[in-house]
């Protein structure tokens, strides 16, 4: 889904998103129902597009987005979109410190989470290893579209690397979620908090119950649309600032030993895998 | 002089911190092994690549961790991960001084691929849960095979990056770049070439490592005591902590070196730009007189909570 399609589907209300470079920045209206403020339905959007490599100027620019979201719009939500192939691999931007870009980033998205601003994640295209990992995985949670692809690297590259032999790996990602790319696989592992279905009759309860604003709009559109604003809407009313993907993993039987291991050392106990 | 490099994990712990304080946190006598690597035929290690626990450090109650290179390149499983972030949350419900990460690592274990990418920011949201707590995280780099990937960005989460001039600090290695654009856009056998771009004196130089020492154990040992005391003295009192005027400067530091450096090259043409008298000469000093001479040349705040 391109980004334009998803913005008008999030915000059937309106936004003032815009690209630059395949950074995205700007604010949409949540369709939060009739009862809230005018200030709650408003919520800060960055992110990339075009399957955009993660470099130095683009990292910084995000950054920047955040802060001014910070100063001038105290507690105002933030929605990160993520369409990333990775971090950029060039060496002017290892030369630059690409890490400290990536790392400034993280940290002020982290900050703004701990000024109270909820900030959440959106996998709408693709998402890889160096540009989702202070992005979409250090929002409060993280979500996707179901058509998401996310991963750390190709399989081909992964075999080179690891030695491990590619057919092996083909065979593995059939059905062990380590290995496999994808949203339902991050999602059994606790990396997402939940997949977004933009179709109609998915979520429909919740879609009648919050999205009653623009119900008179055009039915194909608003059938898909409110969805995917409601599913926002919903996000935005229960999501946590603590992090819970462990626990999630291990109850969704995709992580099995990261929840045990943790609470292990921090508790002085003994690990029980689930 | 003990080499830092030259030692593996558990032959640092003990050389930093206080003689017989350290108490490992589920050592490797529990053997609790990555889930995931005997379906690939690739052997464990007992402890997963990582030493968590907590000791004296000048006298300072810290916690710590060492990452072993020896072990699949130090790089971050879900074991690993854990254990990471279980010592970091008990630093936080202990009241630790400080927390001092010894890393090594080539980032995500991609053997555990999306396990690892998780965890890696599991690992980065619980060092930026210690500093909210206000305990200040120092990072090492010295070890040979560097720290990189998702753990390059960990380290820049750390309030102060201590390297030695053979430690090495970046995102993607050599020669993942060469694989992907091409030997003229990153010759991963041009050795001094990768030690210029990723070496702890560029990194010095540029302001992405606040100290620099010795390849030495006990260098890196009083820098980490130091700058503990700095973070932590009465006067610093809440600094580990994340601000905003922090971040805004760190975000005018990193415009002003995109405009500064954005269209060089080399590093040693960005070390002549900030006034290095001989940059070819750089790589010839010891780490004292280096730090002597690049005083008055750095890029980036000198001192001070980033």
Same mark, same amino acid.
């Given at each position: 889904m391109d980004w334009q399609t998803l913005a008008s589907k999030l915000f059937p209300g309106g936004h003032d998103i815009v690209e630059h470079d395949s950074f995205l920045s700007g604010s949409g209206q949540v *369709? &939060? #129902? &009739? #009862? &809230?403020d005018a200030a709650a339905r408003t919520v800060a959007v960055i992110g990339t597009t075009g399957h955009a490599p993660i470099g130095i100027e683009i990292a910084l620019a995000q950054a920047q987005a955040v802060l001014r979201t910070v100063r001038e719009h105290p507690g105002r939500a933030i929605l990160i979109l993520v369409d990333t192939q990775g971090q950029r691999l060039r060496h002017r931007d290892e030369m630059l410190g690409i890490n400290s870009y990536m790392a400034h980033l993280g940290k002020c998205i982290d900050f703004a989470r701990r000024q109270g601003h909820t900030v959440l994640g959106l996998v709408y295209d693709q998402a890889l290893s160096g540009g989702f990992i202070t992005s979409g995985l250090i929002a409060d949670a993280c979500f996707a579209l179901p058509q998401a692809t996310i991963r750390v690297m190709g399989l081909p590259a992964m075999a080179r690397i690891t030695k491990v032999p590619e057919d092996r790996l083909t065979e593995l990602a059939m059905d062990n979620p380590v290995f496999a790319p994808g949203a339902e696989n991050y999602l059994r592992m606790g990396g997402l908090q939940a997949i977004w279905e933009p179709g109609p009759g998915v979520e429909s309860t919740d879609a009648a119950a919050i999205s009653l604003p623009d119900a008179s709009a055009s039915s194909s559109a608003s059938a898909s649309a409110s969805a995917l604003a409601s599913a926002l809407a919903k996000a935005l009313a229960q999501v946590?600032?603590? *992090?819970r993907r462990m626990a999630l993993g291990e109850a969704r039987g995709g992580r099995h030993m990261a929840q045990a291991v943790a609470q292990a050392v921090r508790t002085g106990g003994d690990v029980r895998p689930a | 002089v003990s080499s830092y490099l030259e030692r593996g994990a558990r032959g640092r712990i003990p050389a930093i911190f206080d003689a017989g304080s350290f108490e490992e946190f589920l050592g490797p006598s529990a053997r609790v092994v990555s889930p995931h690597l005997a379906q690939l035929d690739v052997p464990v290690s007992f402890d997963d690549g990582v030493v968590v626990g907590r000791g004296l450090l000048g006298g300072q109650r810290v916690f710590g961790a060492a990452q072993e290179g020896g072990f699949m390149g130090g790089a971050v499983g879900e074991v690993h991960g854990a254990k990471l972030v279980g010592m970091l949350g008990r630093a936080i419900d202990e009241g630790a001084q400080a927390v001092l990460l010894l890393l090594e690592s080539g980032g995500v274990r991609l053997h555990e691929a999306n396990a690892g990418l998780i965890a890696v920011s599991e690992v980065m949201r619980a060092i930026l849960d210690v500093r909210a707590a206000g305990i200040p995280v120092i990072a090492a780099v010295g070890g040979a095979n560097g720290c990189f990937g998702g753990m390059g960005i960990a380290a820049r989460c750390a309030n102060t990056v201590i390297m030695s001039e053979e430690g090495r600090l970046a995102m993607s290695g050599p020669e993942v770049i060469e694989t992907a654009n091409g030997v003229e856009e990153f010759d991963s056998k041009d050795r001094a070439l990768v030690w210029r771009t990723t070496g702890g004196k560029h990194r010095y130089l540029l302001g992405d490592c606040q100290v620099l020492v010795a390849d030495d154990t006990g260098a890196f040992r009083a820098a980490a005591i130091a700058a503990i005391e700095a973070l932590t003295g009465a006067a610093r009192s809440g600094a580990a902590a994340l601000t905003l005027d922090a971040l805004q400067a760190e975000q005018a530091m990193l415009e002003r070196r995109i405009r500064d450096?954005? @269209?060089? @090259?080399?590093p040693m043409d960005i070390w002549r730009q900030l006034g290095v008298p001989d940059p070819a000469g750089v790589s010839m000093l010891e780490a004292d007189d280096f730090v002597a001479m690049a005083a008055g040349h750095r890029a980036g705040p000198v001192t001070g909570d980033r």
């Amino acid at each position: 889904m391109d980004w334009q399609t998803l913005a008008s589907k999030l915000f059937p209300g309106g936004h003032d998103i815009v690209e630059h470079d395949s950074f995205l920045s700007g604010s949409g209206q949540v *369709d &939060a #129902g &009739a #009862g &809230a403020d005018a200030a709650a339905r408003t919520v800060a959007v960055i992110g990339t597009t075009g399957h955009a490599p993660i470099g130095i100027e683009i990292a910084l620019a995000q950054a920047q987005a955040v802060l001014r979201t910070v100063r001038e719009h105290p507690g105002r939500a933030i929605l990160i979109l993520v369409d990333t192939q990775g971090q950029r691999l060039r060496h002017r931007d290892e030369m630059l410190g690409i890490n400290s870009y990536m790392a400034h980033l993280g940290k002020c998205i982290d900050f703004a989470r701990r000024q109270g601003h909820t900030v959440l994640g959106l996998v709408y295209d693709q998402a890889l290893s160096g540009g989702f990992i202070t992005s979409g995985l250090i929002a409060d949670a993280c979500f996707a579209l179901p058509q998401a692809t996310i991963r750390v690297m190709g399989l081909p590259a992964m075999a080179r690397i690891t030695k491990v032999p590619e057919d092996r790996l083909t065979e593995l990602a059939m059905d062990n979620p380590v290995f496999a790319p994808g949203a339902e696989n991050y999602l059994r592992m606790g990396g997402l908090q939940a997949i977004w279905e933009p179709g109609p009759g998915v979520e429909s309860t919740d879609a009648a119950a919050i999205s009653l604003p623009d119900a008179s709009a055009s039915s194909s559109a608003s059938a898909s649309a409110s969805a995917l604003a409601s599913a926002l809407a919903k996000a935005l009313a229960q999501v946590e600032p603590t *992090d819970r993907r462990m626990a999630l993993g291990e109850a969704r039987g995709g992580r099995h030993m990261a929840q045990a291991v943790a609470q292990a050392v921090r508790t002085g106990g003994d690990v029980r895998p689930a | 002089v003990s080499s830092y490099l030259e030692r593996g994990a558990r032959g640092r712990i003990p050389a930093i911190f206080d003689a017989g304080s350290f108490e490992e946190f589920l050592g490797p006598s529990a053997r609790v092994v990555s889930p995931h690597l005997a379906q690939l035929d690739v052997p464990v290690s007992f402890d997963d690549g990582v030493v968590v626990g907590r000791g004296l450090l000048g006298g300072q109650r810290v916690f710590g961790a060492a990452q072993e290179g020896g072990f699949m390149g130090g790089a971050v499983g879900e074991v690993h991960g854990a254990k990471l972030v279980g010592m970091l949350g008990r630093a936080i419900d202990e009241g630790a001084q400080a927390v001092l990460l010894l890393l090594e690592s080539g980032g995500v274990r991609l053997h555990e691929a999306n396990a690892g990418l998780i965890a890696v920011s599991e690992v980065m949201r619980a060092i930026l849960d210690v500093r909210a707590a206000g305990i200040p995280v120092i990072a090492a780099v010295g070890g040979a095979n560097g720290c990189f990937g998702g753990m390059g960005i960990a380290a820049r989460c750390a309030n102060t990056v201590i390297m030695s001039e053979e430690g090495r600090l970046a995102m993607s290695g050599p020669e993942v770049i060469e694989t992907a654009n091409g030997v003229e856009e990153f010759d991963s056998k041009d050795r001094a070439l990768v030690w210029r771009t990723t070496g702890g004196k560029h990194r010095y130089l540029l302001g992405d490592c606040q100290v620099l020492v010795a390849d030495d154990t006990g260098a890196f040992r009083a820098a980490a005591i130091a700058a503990i005391e700095a973070l932590t003295g009465a006067a610093r009192s809440g600094a580990a902590a994340l601000t905003l005027d922090a971040l805004q400067a760190e975000q005018a530091m990193l415009e002003r070196r995109i405009r500064d450096f954005g @269209a060089l @090259a080399e590093p040693m043409d960005i070390w002549r730009q900030l006034g290095v008298p001989d940059p070819a000469g750089v790589s010839m000093l010891e780490a004292d007189d280096f730090v002597a001479m690049a005083a008055g040349h750095r890029a980036g705040p000198v001192t001070g909570d980033r």
